[in-house]
């Protein structure tokens, strides 16, 4: 069984940072992509970011791309978001999920089997 607890979310002004953190149980973090994704009040959860198994390829929405870093520790089974210069648009509960598989880095969110509680993130103007 997986684990997934995020971790730093809070409440931050425009042009302000966060980290979010993603602590993982299980033996097969470090085999697995891990992914962000983020649900604001009355829309559907959209992906964020992905970073693979070993840290070597990440990608990003575009509406984050520049302004949000994804990156882990494999020794540490954690999984990080660094967001910078955030905007009210960010504002939403943050999910960090698993792959379901050891070859992807989706953006899909079916194509991933555990998730996390979620950590809420506002961003006031």
């Known amino acids: 069984q997986v684990q997934l607890v995020e971790s730093g979310g809070g409440f931050v002004q425009a042009g302000g940072s966060l980290r979010l953190s993603c602590a993982a149980s299980?033996?097969?973090?470090?085999?697995?992509?891990m992914g962000w994704f983020r649900q604001a009040p009355g829309k559907e959860r959209e992906f964020v970011a992905v970073?693979?198994?070993?840290?070597?390829?990440?990608y990003y929405a575009d509406s984050v791309k520049g302004r949000f870093t994804i990156s882990r520790d494999n020794a540490k089974n954690t999984a990080y978001l660094q967001m910078n210069s955030l905007k009210p648009g960010d504002t939403a509960v943050y999910y960090c999920?698993?792959?379901?598989?050891?070859?992807?880095?989706?953006?899909?969110?079916?194509?991933?089997?555990?998730w996390g509680q979620g950590t809420q993130v506002t961003v006031s103007s």
């Open positions: 999920a698993r792959s379901d598989s050891a070859y992807s880095a989706s953006t899909r969110s079916y194509e991933y089997d555990y």
């Open positions: 299980g033996r097969t973090f470090s085999s697995r992509a």
């Open positions: 970073i693979s198994w070993n840290g070597g390829y990440a």
